[in-house]
């Protein structure tokens, strides 16, 4: 193991104590693991599949620049310096930057004048007649000269109304197109409030034979949303360890274990319809109080290592994960197995740690922790001396703190979960995991909510099932085709297999995303591959025209183009250039609320005013051809961009 997993002395404990039998988790082939030396990384995305424009754009030297930073912090910045002049010495002052509701008045807008001068008045600071008074010397202390904005002025009771200048537009859109020797993009953006380096994120955790073998729509939200979320804060400069924390340990087996040890006897058994061996082992396990008892001391055994029935587990596993990775391969998601098996070795001595602090005690035979204002304790070890889903948890997440060193560790489940995860957190806060020198730990739940179906019950099959996530999604791709053959299309047909994929994935995964993921959502393929509106396909038919556009538009053959060549003077020109600026703030958004539905939404909005630009604006053959196709470009980067974070393949003809 190397020096810099072994963070701390409990670590290196465990290790030797374990190390002659366990495989212990090297962070340096964690990438290797997930196949990430060929995924796309910040700043290198996956080269276009059928076309690419090359044009190579220098760099421009402006007046001012965001200089990578996101829009609202470098606004943020530059009032706090302002503030600093008209208050020396205050150093607590707060600006809040917000877009301005109301174009017609500006682009962002500043309301902080009110809240200042509220502050200053509780203090008997009288240097000020009123809020606007405030405002206005806020704006004379921001350079004459600067040419970030092309006016600054004062509305209502202080509200600073902030228009940028064309110049500045232009100079950030610029910026999109600073281009690596292959033609990729390339971002520099930096976070000011973002301080961890490293993050673990728990997420699709399907359970190992419970769930008879297919991943189900269940599933579904918590493996894209959490594959979103790694690709958020990848993009952010973020190392991101996933780990798919599948249920391999627990009652389920036992159960299995017992049924096959009684029907092993009388046939030639074979692990392959787990579906129908669970369906038959749970009607025993309800039915057959003897039976209960076997699987539970089933249970205790593996656990405890019996050789036979780990033999026999390991079969089941394989099966399961087979499936899995079938689903994964589809969605395009890249996660390592951490299975609840791979901690149950550091369980006693993580328990025996909360036991010695007085964290853990024993309560009617189980050992439970009782949280401050909580209804019912969290039961770490059952009475029988067997371990659960606490147990588990717990050593799970002390050994992605201590060995995988996290800074931040973040688990992506169904809202129902969250009572659970608050008394696993609270026990590490307690027992003083959380603590570093170098800044604490952080813990976040992702909850969602449900899967609905347009009846308003949970989304099921008719006979009442759970939906597997493949039928779903290979019911997305037919539908898909079925609507790619209806129309008008260039494609041949292995063309339309290939998009009729691209398109259906995509029309699944952002259906889910785009809804905000504390509710339920409602799943319709109607909705979902409707051509108008929030949609997938809406967001790809977008892209695969700009693509065309700039195929005949010849934009390889174009000059590097400077400030003075990007011309906006029509105001749809201007608006565009103005949201593909909004993208940083965006991610940095999603980045600090783990909120992937406001990528959703400026990608919606980026094609929808791309689409008013394009209906207003004549891209080719006009006197403005050379900079309008330059933001047809900007844009099409720009929603690649949103789709690499959101798992959405790019479609380049349709």
């Known amino acids: 193991m190397s020096a810099r997993a072994l963070c701390n002395s409990r670590s290196l404990h465990l290790y030797k104590r374990h190390s002659s039998s366990i495989d212990m988790f090297r962070i340096a082939s964690v990438r290797q693991q997930l196949g990430q030396a060929n995924r796309p990384r910040r700043g290198n995305l996956p080269r276009p599949r059928k076309y690419h424009p090359r044009a190579r754009f220098s760099e421009i030297a402006a007046p001012v620049s965001t200089g990578g930073d996101s829009l609202r912090s470098t606004m943020k910045l530059m009032f706090s310096q302002a503030g600093n002049v008209v208050f ?22 500043c309301n902080s004048a009110m809240k200042i001068f509220a502050e200053l008045k509780d203090r008997g600071d009288t240097r000020f007649k009123n809020p606007r008074s405030l405002a206005e010397a806020i704006i004379q202390a921001i350079p004459a000269e600067n040419s970030f904005f092309e006016k600054l002025a004062v509305a209502g009771p202080g509200f600073i109304n902030i228009t940028f200048s064309r110049e500045f537009l232009a100079q950030e859109a610029l910026r999109v197109f600073h281009c690596s020797a292959d033609g990729t993009f390339e971002t520099t953006r930096k976070f000011r409030k973002l301080t961890a380096k490293r993050a673990v994120v728990d997420y699709s955790s399907p359970n190992i034979a419970k769930e008879m073998q297919e991943m189900h729509v269940g599933h579904l939200r918590s493996t894209i949303i959490g594959e979103t ?102 969605l395009d998601v890249h996660i390592l197995e951490r299975g609840e098996s791979y901690y149950n070795y550091l369980i006693p001595d993580v328990l025996s740690e909360l036991i010695e602090k007085e964290i853990a005690v024993q309560s009617d035979g189980a050992l439970c922790i009782f949280a401050d204002g909580s209804d019912s304790p969290l039961i770490c070890r059952k009475s029988n001396g067997s371990f659960n889903y606490a147990s588990t948890d717990l050593a799970a997440l002390w050994q992605r703190i201590s060995d995988l060193c996290a800074d931040w560790i973040i688990y992506v489940t169904d809202v129902g979960q969250k009572k659970h995860f608050d008394a696993i957190f609270d026990a590490a806060s307690r027992a ?12 976040d739940h992702v909850g969602f909510g449900l899967v609905m179906g347009v009846d308003g019950k949970r989304f099921r099959t008719r006979s009442g099932d759970t939906v597997p996530l493949k039928s779903l999604l290979r019911e997305a791709q037919s539908r898909c085709l079925d609507s790619l053959r209806g129309r008008e299309s260039t ?72 400030i003075n060549d990007l011309v906006l003077k029509d105001e749809f020109e201007r608006v565009l250039a103005l949201t593909i600026m909004k993208f940083p703030d965006v991610v940095e958004s999603v980045v600090q609320d783990l909120l992937p539905s406001r990528l959703c939404d400026y990608t919606y909005s980026l094609c929808v005013t791309f689409n008013e630009f394009y209906g207003s604006c004549k891209v080719l053959g006009g006197e403005q051809e050379r900079s309008r196709t330059f933001l047809c470009q900007a844009t099409a980067i720009s929603l690649r961009q949103c789709f690499h974070i959101l798992g959405i393949e790019p479609l380049y003809r349709l």
């Not at 010495?89 to 500006?106: K, M, P, T, V, Y």
């Not at 092993?264 to 129908?276: A, G, P, T």
């Not at 603590?435 to 813990?443: C, H, I, M, W």
């Not at 995964?509 to 949609?535: C, I, P, Q, V, W």
């Open 491 to 562: 494609l041949s047909d292995d063309e339309l297999e290939d998009a009729s994929r691209i398109m259906g994935v995509a029309a699944v995964k952002y259906a889910d995303l785009h809804n905000n993921r504390l509710t339920n959502y409602t799943f319709s393929y109607e909705r979902m591959l409707d051509l108008k509106g929030n949609t997938a396909v809406y967001l790809l038919y977008t892209h695969a025209r700009i693509s065309s556009l700039l195929e005949r538009a010849h934009t390889q053959d174009l000059e590097p183009l400077s």
């Open 432 to 443: 003083g995991w959380l603590k570093r020198e170098n800044g604490n730990v952080s813990l």
């Open 229 to 330: 979320i790694c690709r958020a804060l990848e993009f952010v400069g973020v190392e991101v360890i996933r780990l798919n924390h599948v249920g391999d340990w627990g009652t389920q087996f036992g159960m299995l274990l017992a049924h096959l040890e009684d029907i092993s006897e009388s046939s030639d058994f074979e692990v392959k319809n787990l579906q129908e061996l669970y369906k038959q082992s749970k009607i025993r396990f309800d039915s057959d109080e003897d039976f209960k008892k076997r699987a539970r001391a089933a249970v205790v055994h593996l656990q405890a290592g019996d050789k036979h029935l780990k033999e026999k587990w390991t079969d089941i596993c394989e099966v399961s994960r087979q499936d899995f990775e079938e689903i994964y391969r589809l």
């Open 88 to 109: 020396p010495g205050e150093s607590s002052l707060d600006f809040e930057i917000a877009e301005c509701s109301n174009r017609a008045l500006g682009d962002y807008q």
